[in-house]
């Protein structure tokens, strides 16, 4: 029994709606000269965070664009208060309003909260 290693290469459009696909092996000339028109145009999508994306046409990537599969989870900018921020947020804001009616130079703000 013989041991044969084979080396092929797999391409498939990202579009989950696109059928294209083509496994080939890049060594054998007659197979790279025999491959579809739509793999010479290639679109590939890379990006910031490594994620790499391949259409076959300007239509496949411009419905994967609208996806939003290429949009870069960015982080929360707004994060849920707990009950001492509400507090400290509360205390900071009779201080506030009781500097804007206080006269100047009446002593200190005394805040009950």
Known sequence: MAIDDKVSR?????????TKEITFN???QEEVAALPDWLRTLRSVHLGNGQKFFYCSDECEVEGVTT??????EPTKIQAANAADVKKA???AKIAEAMKTQPAGKGPILVKG
């Open 68 to 73: 939003g599969n290429h949009n870069v989870p």
């Open 26 to 28: 890049p060594q054998n």
């Open 90 to 92: 509360v205390v900071e």
């Open 10 to 18: 797999s391409i498939k459009c990202d579009n989950t709606k696109c």
